[in-house]
């Protein structure tokens, strides 16, 4: 079945930086574009991040310039290095994509990024 692991959450302050990886199984990885969601407290998915299959990217502007995605196919793994962190970045952090208005891939269990001094 298809598996969407992720990892590399915490809690940091702001100006901070965090390195979040997701670990994809059950399907052909390199076939498919990933995306980064995030979701905070009290409010729906937000859309951050994506890498295509030929690694072209493309930001959210709420995280453009700080965020940097990545993908190693070879591995199964895309990355989402998150830089200058804010506390508004303070939310639950899923790799997934939208297909036709949803998010097609179960849910993993997230990881968890806290910005607070």
């Known amino acids: 079945e298809v598996q969407l692991v992720e990892s590399g959450g915490g809690m940091v302050q702001p100006g901070g930086s965090l390195r979040l990886s997701c670990a994809a199984s059950?399907?052909?990885?390199?076939?498919?574009?990933m995306s980064w969601v995030r979701q905070a407290p009290g409010k729906g998915p937000e859309w951050v991040s994506r890498i295509n299959t030929g690694g072209s990217t493309n930001y959210a502007d709420s995280v453009k310039g700080r965020f940097t995605i990545s993908r190693d196919n070879a591995k199964n793994m895309v990355f989402l290095q998150m830089n200058s962190l804010k506390p508004e970045d303070t939310a639950v952090y899923y790799c997934?994509?939208?297909?036709?208005?949803?998010?097609?891939?179960?849910w993993g269990q997230g990881t968890h990024v806290t910005v607070s001094s």
């Open positions: 059950g399907f052909t990885f390199s076939m498919y574009d």
């Open positions: 997934n994509e939208l297909r036709g208005g949803n998010y097609y891939y179960p």
